[in-house]
């Protein structure tokens, strides 16, 4: 099993930044990818970044150039740099870990752009 626990949420005006952090510990050997998702009220969960072990990175269109996720590799922990936040950023963002075949996620935390 792998747990993994987020923080760094909160309440931001618009044009603001967060930084999020997922930690992971118990069987994290292995990991293949870590990432980010969101899900806003009414909508679907929705991948926002992701890095892999060689350090690849993807992001959605509608983050590009805003947010930036890396990876303490010495620490288990993935981050998301968020500058320029908008309302629309606003959400429930989950931590995410692949460790085949297996999916794991963090129980979320809330952010909240005002605008």
């Known amino acids: 099993q792998v747990q993994l626990v987020e923080s760094g949420g909160g309440l931001v005006q618009a044009g603001g930044s967060l930084r999020l952090s997922c930690a992971a510990s118990g069987s994290s050997f292995g990991i293949g990818a870590m990432g980010w998702y969101r899900q806003a009220p009414g909508k679907q969960r929705e991948l926002v970044a992701r890095i892999i072990n060689s350090g690849s990175t993807n992001y959605a269109d509608s983050v590009k150039g805003r947010f930036t996720i890396s990876k303490d590799n010495a620490k288990n922990t993935v981050y998301l740099q968020m500058n320029s936040l908008k309302p629309e950023d606003t959400g429930v963002y989950y931590c995410?870990?692949?460790?085949?075949?297996?999916?794991?996620w963090g129980r979320g935390t809330q952010v909240t752009v005002s605008s």
């Open positions: 995410n870990a692949i460790r085949a075949p297996a999916n794991y």
